[in-house]
């Protein structure tokens, strides 16, 4: 079945930065855009940006924009996302999502399914 | 940015009866590119609308959406123990932004 597995807990100083995975299975990896989503404990979710496995293309928010970078290895069919310049707001749970098959994403669709089960990033001196 | 702004904060309701959740958009929604979810403590979100209306796989037919423009609404017909939780509404017309959540609660 389609699951998207990612690392596990991280604590971070402020200034540091954190690199976290989404490992996909069970489809095709290159053919769904990979987006990262962070949620502030009692918060809504709240969108950083998209990635395209296949051409590596990504759209940041403009609220992460400088600060946040997202990869692949499409040899082991993981996604990453590395958040720089940490500071004690970046504390949440940071989750990976995939999103709709590339036909349906490029008519505009951009629904977020299935999601990782999410990974605690702690920022903390 | 488009801001979503879910209300009630809080719905307090029995098992079997009807919840009506709803959110509303700062500026109209393109096509409805709009999306509901659930999240149960402790657990990651999960899809169950999508495009304002659409169920997505595996979601039972209680589950239902509407709307278009600025208003959108979720509807669960019969409350089961399993549906109470905290649901988000997402729209992705324009960028992607997420409401704040309605909470169901038992009451």
């Known amino acids: 079945q389609v699951q998207v597995v990612q690392s596990g807990a991280e604590v971070k100083k402020p200034g540091a930065s954190v690199k976290v995975s989404c490992k996909s299975s069970g489809y095709t990896f290159t053919s769904y855009d990979i987006n990262w989503v962070r949620q502030a404990t009692g918060q809504g979710p709240e969108w950083m940006g998209w990635?395209?496995?296949?051409?590596?293309?990504?759209g940041y928010a403009q609220k992460f924009q400088g600060r946040v970078t997202m990869t692949r290895n499409t040899s082991i069919s993981t996604a990453y996302m590395e958040l720089s310049s940490l500071r004690s707001e970046d504390t949440a749970m940071y989750y990976c999502?995939?999103?709709?098959?590339?036909?349906?994403?490029?008519?505009?669709?951009?629904?977020?399914?299935?999601w990782g089960q999410g990974t605690l990033v702690t920022v903390s001196s | 940015e488009i801001v979503l702004t879910q209300s009630p904060g809080t719905l307090s309701l029995s098992p079997g009866e009807r919840a009506t959740l709803s959110c509303r958009a700062s500026q109209s929604v393109s096509s409805s590119y709009l999306a509901w979810y659930q999240q149960k403590r402790g657990q990651a979100p999960r899809l169950l609308i999508y495009?304002?209306?659409s169920r997505a796989t595996g979601i039972p037919d209680r589950f239902s959406g509407s709307g278009s423009g600025t208003d959108f609404t979720l509807t669960i017909s019969r409350l089961e123990p399993e549906d109470f939780a905290v649901y988000y509404c997402q729209q992705y017309g324009s960028s992607r932004t997420f409401g704040q959540g309605t909470k169901v609660e038992i009451k």
């Open positions: 990635m395209n496995p296949n051409s590596g293309n990504t």
């Open positions: 495009d304002a209306s």
């Open positions: 999502a995939r999103g709709p098959p590339r036909n349906i994403a490029a008519s505009g669709s951009h629904w977020f399914d299935p």
